[in-house]
């Protein structure tokens, strides 16, 4: 029995009764009787909503999930594995949170994160003598990893040069795109990668900086490109970097991988640091997820280098109150542990160390797939294979061929032909090989 004092039918009750109201009359009408759950869904606010695409990369877990093969290889992800293809935690990340567990509340960081983290975060980026850090001329905020410092740079764009166009490599990690469309970003292609070559387009992607509209926004990734492991070398960037300061162009580094692509954390940052050296202002995206295998902590810092304190007081502000209606703050725990790790000599030195464990495992893949491809007699060229660094081999296999892999071979990777080296380990590199080598030989 209802109370008196409560309304015979609120809201939802009269949504329900028109909804089957119209499920009585849809059926009086239909020659043959329609399931309730159909005419439901007719009647639903949310029918007309469409099945959106599955994620390249997800898609191919799941192939790979519902393959019963022993042999079966995912070389679609991009995360580390151990040479017996395991996950790994870093030493340094285990005596982390040692030192953490039970010292801290859990209460919310500020909108901009953790403080220590970002300072930190900026000095690896930029260099422990970074002048435009001596002179407070950096704004910077904890992220939720990598995605989070690319959305809130596209968002940033979005709201204070609307105006803007970001130029964005062909190819590029595909998120980017995605990203820089939801935050209703006009966002063009600049060239990059050269198939002929499988290398550097460095003649058309200085043609394509110096032809766009001065003041444009390039997105560049400092190092270990995504998905091709195609970076340009120093001399190289200095050249970049002139060509934009004469065009007046803004440059976005997503660094997703200091440290992980040569083993050295400092010469993975040089491409900043040039920029830096002629005088740029700069966005920067940085990560904790690969080069501290923190993947699902989702801890990463963005920042801003501005023209002066106050300019940067101004943005720092602005970022946070663009992050502020997005998810509030940041989580706590990942940064806690970057903080303790980079705060500490004894533990950064023992990062260090593990994150040029990590990158020389795959360098030594490469060189294995190479030789065992050569060994084999594949009569293509393979030089690529130990010629491009990080993560990610872009092979050259064809979508036609990466099926063939996949269909008969029970190996899985993305449909452009890009390998993550991080999967492929000494026992298994012989069979790819093999199987490679086959798809390419018809």
């Known amino acids: 029995t209802r109370s008196p004092s409560i309304p015979p039918f609120n809201n939802i009750d009269i949504v329900t009764r028109k909804m089957l109201s119209a499920c009585n009359?849809?059926?009086?009408?239909?020659?043959?009787?329609?399931?309730?759950?159909?005419?439901?869904?007719?009647?639903?606010?949310?029918?007309?909503?469409?099945?959106?695409?599955?994620?390249?990369?997800?898609?191919?877990?799941e192939k790979f999930l519902a393959d019963e093969d022993p042999c079966k290889m995912n070389l679609g992800v991009g995360a580390y594995r151990t040479d017996q293809g395991k996950p790994v935690v870093l030493d340094c990340v285990r005596e982390a949170e040692k030192r953490i567990a039970g010292n801290f509340n859990m209460e919310y960081l500020p909108i901009g994160g953790l403080k220590e983290f970002n300072d930190l975060s900026v000095k690896l980026a930029y260099g422990d003598e970074c002048a435009a850090i001596a002179e407070a001329r950096v704004a910077s905020i904890q992220t939720l990893s990598g995605t989070g410092s690319c959305r809130l740079m596209a968002d940033f764009m979005h709201k204070f040069a609307p105006d803007a166009?970001?130029?964005?490599?062909?190819?590029?990690?595909?998120?980017?795109?995605?990203i820089w469309r939801d935050a209703n970003v006009a966002q063009t292609s600049f060239r990059y990668y050269k198939p002929s070559t499988r290398g550097l387009d460095f003649e058309g992607m200085i043609e394509d900086i110096q032809t766009a509209p001065s003041g444009?926004?390039?997105?560049?990734h400092a190092c270990a490109h995504n998905p091709t492991g195609v970076d340009p070398t120093s001399e190289q960037w200095s050249e970049i970097s002139a060509v934009m300061k004469e065009k007046g162009h803004f440059p976005f580094f997503d660094m997703a991988y200091?440290?992980?692509?040569?083993?050295?954390?400092v010469h993975d940052a040089r491409a900043i640091r040039i920029f830096l050296d002629d005088g740029h202002q700069l966005g920067c995206s940085q990560s904790y997820a690969k080069n501290m295998g923190l993947y699902g902590q989702r801890v990463g810092c963005f920042s801003i280098v501005c023209?002066?304190?106050?300019?940067?007081?101004?943005?720092?502000?602005?970022?946070k109150a663009i992050a502020r209606p997005m998810y509030s703050n940041p989580p706590v725990y990942g940064a806690r542990i970057v903080t303790t790790v980079l705060g500490d000599e004894e533990l950064k030195e023992l990062w260090y160390k593990e994150v040029k464990g990590m990158a020389d495992r795959i360098i030594h893949m490469r060189?294995?797939?190479?030789?065992?491809?050569?060994?084999?007699g594949s009569s293509l060229p393979w030089n690529h294979v130990?010629?491009?660094?990080?993560?990610f081999c872009f092979s050259g296999l064809t979508p036609e061929q990466v099926d063939?892999?996949?269909?008969?071979?029970?190996?899985?990777?993305?449909?452009?032909?890009?390998?993550?080296?991080?999967?492929?380990?000494?026992?298994?590199?012989?069979?790819?090989?093999?199987?490679?080598?086959?798809?390419?030989?018809?």
């Open 386 to 391: 130990t010629d491009q660094i990080g993560m």
């Open 258 to 265: 200091q440290g992980f692509a040569s083993g050295d954390c």
């Open 25 to 61: 009359a849809l059926r009086k009408t239909t020659a043959h009787a329609v399931p309730a759950a159909s005419v439901l869904r007719m009647a639903s606010f949310w029918a007309k909503v469409p099945q959106a695409p599955k994620d390249p990369i997800l898609g191919i877990t």
């Open 307 to 319: 023209s002066d304190s106050e300019e940067a007081s101004a943005v720092e502000s602005q970022m």
């Open 165 to 178: 166009t970001v130029y964005i490599p062909s190819p590029t990690w595909a998120n980017h795109h995605n």
């Open 367 to 376: 060189t294995l797939l190479r030789e065992n491809l050569e060994g084999i």
């Open 216 to 220: 444009s926004f390039f997105l560049l």
């Open 404 to 442: 063939e892999l996949a269909n008969d071979h029970h190996i899985y990777m993305t449909r452009n032909g890009r390998i993550s080296m991080a999967g492929v380990t000494s026992g298994t590199v012989g069979r790819l090989a093999e199987a490679m080598h086959k798809v390419t030989s018809g």
